[in-house]
């Protein structure tokens, strides 16, 4: 009877997967989502991160990206599936992968490569891993062993999608593990040499990455610090990875003459990338009042109007507010007791100093507050003036305390924010960027790094860029990074 009640139960499984075979791996998956579930999951998982992780909108090179990405998804085990490739705009090295057909690569990671076949690396180990369905297998292996969680899933589609904004998200960022992230390169290799890409630049991805995990070490020992661990893509592998290799080694070897390696068009292409920390876009909603000399930052997305009486930002869908009113001073009033005396209360919760950028505040919460009345107040001095600043969330909003300790996050990180205006608050911000240039016989990585502002350690970032590190010079001629 057990023997029966196990093949039933088998049975059903199947049946409910649909025999889900995966074309990467050339074997049955007992995996409990559709592909259909599989790629409305990625498509709410990839809303979700534009809609708060700031995208790099630079249409030549997003094109161009997306170009490389869809020629190796074509060459691909699952070519009909609809690939999205997006870059993100972070000075981090990493690249990832959700469900469904979608890969993100970091601006920072462009920036220390060298050729169309490295970038096509990085986006086929990332295709690898959605073609053998490894965020849904890790997902089903977690689920549970139990037949009762297994039937659970299958009939009432609980734990299925879950929690969008986290689903698989730290696999995704940091890795499936040692045996996926390897089959993901054995794939990955495969997909290169068909689309005619050197499979061999995937070990270059890795020595340059490896190079960056060794500067961070020696940095760390210098500053006294604890090293940080690097979990981003190919963090697996040692550098000489005799395993790796197999894997590229057993893709197949290209001609000489059919190898697609591509490093003048990566060149043209890249020129101009941003370096490093992107200040337009980390200061983006910065706003700025010359006449009364103060500086604040609203929350990203957020509309700021600037009226007779105060200042307001609002959320781009009229759930909260920050306003700004401003007025004149009791010289030797404290900052607590203004707050209080402005909003006609003997205390405040979550009462707090602020002291910040040399100015003195106060913030709290009120009790017993109506329905008109703000979530958050703050008051700062600054010269002969008083800043009152007010969170509220608008309306019935049915805000959760998670929730509603989310907005008052937002509060805080503004009130937090105000600061004496600065020169560059009203100028454009200094962007660096990443430029080629040809060495010549008097070119050393020392010489440049004297004449650039990039930082602690410029030599040896130039060393990264250019695949000189530790040692070595670039050859006359040589086309080199530089930033400026």
Not at 67 to 90: C, M, N, W
Not at 158 to 172: C, E, F, I
Not at 386 to 409: C, F, P
Not at 420 to 443: C, F, G, H, M
């Amino acid at each position: 009877m057990h023997y029966f009640y196990k093949i039933a139960i088998a049975a059903l499984i199947t049946a409910a997967t649909g025999c889900a075979f995966n074309p990467a791996t050339n074997r049955p998956d007992l995996v409990l989502m559709s592909e259909e579930k599989e790629i409305a999951v990625g498509r709410e998982m990839h809303q979700k991160l534009i809609d708060s992780t700031p995208i790099y909108r630079d249409p030549v090179l997003t094109a161009y990206v997306d170009h490389v990405g869809q020629k190796v998804a074509a060459a691909s085990d699952r070519p009909e599936l609809k690939y999205h490739f997006t870059i993100i705009d972070s000075q981090d090295i990493n690249a990832f992968a959700l469900p469904g057909g979608y890969v993100y690569i970091n601006r920072g990671l462009l920036t220390y490569l060298h050729s169309e076949a490295e970038i096509a690396a990085v986006l086929a180990h990332e295709v690898g891993h959605i073609t053998a369905r490894h965020a849904v297998r890790q997902r089903t292996a977690a689920t549970g062993a139990s037949v009762a969680s297994v039937l659970s899933v299958l009939v009432t589609g609980s734990g299925v999608v879950g929690d969008v904004a986290n689903l698989w998200s730290t696999a995704a960022v940091k890795g499936y593990g040692r045996e996926m992230e390897l089959e993901a390169d054995r794939f990955g290799a495969q997909y290169m040499y068909n689309a005619g890409y050197d499979p061999q630049a995937m070990i270059n991805v890795i020595g340059l990455l490896k190079d960056q995990e060794t500067f961070a070490r020696r940095r760390a020992r210098i500053e006294g610090k604890e090293p940080k661990t690097y979990h981003g893509v190919f963090s697996s592998h040692p550098r000489n990875d005799i395993r790796l290799q197999e894997v590229v080694q057993a893709a197949g070897q290209l001609p000489e003459d059919k190898k697609v390696v591509k490093m003048e068009y990566y060149r043209e292409k890249t020129d101009g990338l941003v370096y490093g920390k992107n200040a337009r876009q980390s200061e983006k909603n910065r706003f700025s009042h010359k006449r009364l000399g103060f500086s604040l930052l609203f929350p990203d997305n957020w509309t700021v109007e600037n009226r007779r009486s105060a200042i307001i930002g609002t959320a781009p869908d009229n759930s909260a507010s920050i306003t700004i009113k401003v007025s004149s001073r009791q010289s030797n009033q404290p900052p607590s007791m203004a707050l209080r005396e402005a909003y006609d209360v003997r205390s405040l919760l979550q009462g707090e100093a602020l002291n910040q950028y040399r100015l003195k505040g106060h913030t709290g919460k009120l009790k017993d507050k109506g329905a008109e009345a703000p979530d958050r107040v703050a008051v700062i001095f600054y010269g002969s003036r008083q800043y009152l600043m007010e969170g509220k969330i608008i309306g019935d909003t049915g805000a959760e305390d998670e929730q509603s300790e989310q907005y008052d996050n937002l509060f805080l990180t503004s009130i937090r924010s105000f600061r004496p205006l600065r020169e560059s608050d009203v100028t454009q911000p200094d962007i660096k960027r990443l430029r080629y240039v040809q060495a010549n016989e008097k070119t050393t990585f020392a010489s440049l790094a004297r004449h650039m502002e990039i930082g602690d350690y410029p030599e040896e970032q130039l060393r990264l860029l250019n695949g000189y590190y530790p040692r070595g010079e670039p050859q006359p001629g040589e086309w080199i990074k530089i930033v400026q």
